[in-house]
Structure formats: structure tokens, C-alpha cells
């Protein structure tokens, strides 16, 4: 019963403080999404409960192939497992050092080929627009933080970029970037130095249509608000990518060791105003 008065309330309250001109704080406003629509679940920590499940909602690799920005070359598939694999509802993606020559990468800046490592892509995408105007993206993860390693969780546009949005990125050391590209020029950046980022930590973005053009997106660490960051990304949809690339822009060289990056308890949910 309290928590249908609460929600029952909210908007009221909110409305209320509006009019006043007082701002209400990030839970009150996140409260009266939840009161004003209906949250429903896109996708969640079953996806990581065996293969079938997984193959379900995910696509292995990037959305647009094997090579992005980095040193490592993405392997997986339904019957490749060596760098993306599940245990006990834990994803683990794992980089390898390779001794062979294997040409570079065919994305800019075209770095040489040093690593077999792992990516993988939703295949529902996120899309704020009228109908679904809030989303709710997160996911608990170890990551290394050794030089050359360069794990992210991260949202980028289906077709163009940008948009993009990162909700988790190391670059070779234990600060955690934030960023929103609205061009590759025009970008907001929020670093936060992260204690013990091999012990579990929750990642979190809370994307919030604003206006006909532009979202609020929140960031998050262990539910602790980081930041907002306002862009234009109404009615462009975005695939939710995890990956460990190598090098480039986390130094170099790289660990000669096997590295891993593990990831749980996924969550990506919207509201729906009809």
C-alpha cells in the first residue's frame, strides 16, 4: 500500500515543485516517469543463462564485423567460444595475445592485428522516441585495467555515427570514461576514478526524452549519479555493445598474459506511453 500511494503521489508532488520553480531531484523525476508510464523489460540476466538464450538477444562480433579502433580482432560464434563464453549467468569475453602476423585492422586508424579478444551487440535496439521515452540501461562488471586493455559498454548508432554513449570505458587504468558524442567534435566527458574496478560495479545509464530533439542522459556508478549529458538522439536507434578491444587509445604495448572483462546482472528496460 505505501508503495502504490508513493507512485500515486508523485506526479503530484513533481507538478506541484514545477510550478514553483523548484527543481526536483534526480529520484523524484525518475519516479514520475515511472508513475506517469509503464516500465517493461527489453532485455535482462536470463540472456546470460546459457547459449541458447544468449544467441536469442545477442549477435557475436560488432554490429558491422570483426575490427573496430584497437590492436584486437573480434572471434565468436555459436560454435566459437574461445573469447566469448558463459558460466554460472557470467559473461566473460577474454584477449588474447597472438605471435602471427595478421595484417591491420580495417577500421581507422588501421592499427596492426596483436589480439584475438570479444564483442558482442543486442539485437533489440534502444530507441527513444513517444512511445518509449525513458530507458534504463546497466550491467555489473569486472574489468582489467592493465595497459593495452580497453573494455566498454557502450551504445552507438544503428545508422550513423554518432550517436554515441558510453556507459563504461578503461582505458589502461582505473579511471571510468563517460562520454556522449553528438559529433565527433562536440562530445561530453565524465571521468571518475573507480576503486577496485576487478571487483564488481554497476554501470548505469538513464536516457529521458527531453524535448522532440533531444534526451537527458544520466550516468551512473553504483547507483551514485555522475552526471547528466543533454543530446540530440530522439529517434535514432542505438545498438548496446560489450567489448574488450586492445591498445590504441589504452596505450601500449599490451599485457602479453590472457586478459579478461566479466559482465552480469544486464538490464535494459523503457517505459511505454502506448
Not at 538522439?233 to 596505450?251: A, D, H, R, T, W
Given at each position: 500500500m505505501k508503495t502504490i500511494i508513493t507512485i500515486l503521489l508523485v506526479p503530484f508532488l513533481f507538478a506541484c515543485q514545477k510550478t514553483a520553480g523548484i527543481k526536483p531531484s534526480l529520484q523524484q523525476q525518475q519516479l514520475a516517469a515511472v508513475a506517469a508510464d509503464t516500465w517493461e523489460t527489453v532485455l535482462d540476466s536470463s540472456s546470460f543463462a546459457n547459449y541458447t538464450a544468449f544467441e536469442a538477444a545477442w549477435n557475436y562480433l560488432y554490429p558491422w564485423g570483426s575490427?573496430?579502433?584497437?590492436?584486437?580482432?573480434?572471434?565468436?560464434?555459436?560454435?566459437?567460444?574461445?573469447?566469448?563464453?558463459?558460466?554460472?549467468?557470467?559473461?566473460?569475453?577474454?584477449a588474447a595475445k597472438i605471435t602471427w602476423d595478421e595484417g591491420t585492422s580495417t577500421s581507422d586508424p588501421h592499427l596492426a592485428i596483436h589480439y584475438h579478444s570479444g564483442a558482442i551487440n543486442t539485437k533489440e535496439h534502444v530507441l527513444v522516441n513517444d512511445q518509449f521515452p525513458n530507458w534504463e540501461v546497466k550491467?555489473?562488471?569486472?574489468?582489467?585495467?592493465?595497459?593495452?586493455?580497453?573494455?566498454?559498454?557502450?551504445?552507438?548508432g544503428v545508422n550513423s555515427w554518432p550517436p554515441e554513449s558510453d556507459i563504461m570505458e578503461f582505458k589502461g587504468s582505473a579511471t571510468n570514461w563517460q562520454n556522449t558524442f553528438r559529433t565527433s567534435s562536440d562530445?561530453?566527458?565524465?571521468?571518475?576514478?573507480?576503486?577496485?574496478?576487478?571487483?564488481?560495479?554497476?554501470?548505469?545509464?538513464?536516457i529521458t526524452k527531453v524535448s522532440a530533439t533531444n534526451v537527458d542522459i544520466h550516468y551512473y556508478i553504483d547507483g551514485v549519479w555522475k552526471a547528466v549529458h543533454n543530446a540530440n538522439?530522439?529517434?535514432?536507434?542505438?545498438?548496446?555493445?560489450?567489448?574488450?578491444?586492445?591498445?590504441?587509445?589504452?596505450?601500449a604495448p599490451g599485457p602479453t598474459a590472457d586478459t579478461y572483462f566479466n559482465a552480469r546482472n544486464i538490464y535494459i528496460g523503457r517505459t511505454r506511453t502506448y
Open positions: 575490427d573496430h579502433n584497437g590492436s584486437a580482432r573480434m572471434y565468436g560464434s555459436s560454435t566459437d567460444h574461445n573469447h566469448i563464453y558463459l558460466n554460472n549467468s557470467i559473461l566473460t569475453i577474454k550491467c555489473d562488471f569486472q574489468v582489467p585495467t592493465v595497459t593495452g586493455s580497453w573494455p566498454a559498454f557502450w551504445l552507438t562530445v561530453s566527458s565524465t571521468l571518475t576514478t573507480v576503486s577496485s574496478p576487478g571487483s564488481w560495479h554497476t554501470y548505469r545509464a538513464w538522439f530522439v529517434g535514432k536507434p542505438l545498438y548496446v555493445i560489450i567489448n574488450m578491444q586492445m591498445e590504441g587509445s589504452s596505450g
